[in-house]
């Protein structure tokens, strides 16, 4: 699959921030993210399958109010928020993930609603699962995983990517009549 696919756009809110997020870091994406468990292809219709996004801080600096969101993307297609199912595991429970469409691409935050904490070299792991609807575009789709903070700028804070993965790529296909 080819083309480019658009992150979400960045939220502006006002307000101090209380703590800037990764104070001090000086790489360009200091939080490194990864996206395991994507298969290759999916079932439209089809059960839950499990993923995991990892987040690992890799600064010296803490890094604050960061707020992981799962992004999906199909070739030629616009995707709709019914298009995908999507929970994160918090708290020892399921909990459902509003999907939002923009520009055709479908995004969900998948952290606590404060955010994530993460300690200088700290790590941590996010279980999700998702399913496509019996009605889910056919074809080839992408998923990655982005890492926002608040960021300010020109007395605005806004959120802005400190860490995302490469696409991970798969195939949704028709579902099976019994």
Not at 74 to 79: D, G, I, K, V
Not at 151 to 170: E, H, M, R
Request: with cysteine.
């Amino acid at each position: 699959m080819t083309g480019t696919i658009a992150l979400p756009a960045a939220a502006a809110a006002s307000g101090p921030v209380p703590r800037p997020a990764c104070a001090g870091a000086s790489r360009t994406n200091p939080v490194a993210v990864t996206l395991s468990g994507v298969r290759t292809a999916y079932r439209a219709g089809g059960s839950w399958s499990q993923l995991r996004m990892t987040l690992h801080n890799r600064t010296r600096a803490v890094c604050a109010q960061l707020s992981p969101v799962l992004v999906y993307g199909a070739r030629n297609r616009t995707l709709r928020a019914g298009a995908v199912g999507l929970e994160t595991r918090l708290g020892g429970r399921w909990r459902p993930v509003a999907l939002n469409a923009a520009l055709g691409e479908l995004a969900g935050a998948v952290g606590p609603a404060g955010g994530l904490r993460l300690q200088p070299g700290g790590t941590v792991t996010l279980t999700v699962r998702m399913r496509l609807a019996r009605s889910a575009p056919r074809g080839e789709w992408l998923s990655l995983a982005v890492a926002y903070a608040p960021l300010q700028s020109k007395g605005t804070t806004v959120s802005w990517p400190v860490g995302v993965t490469d696409p991970a790529y798969f195939r949704v296909v028709a579902h099976r009549s019994t």
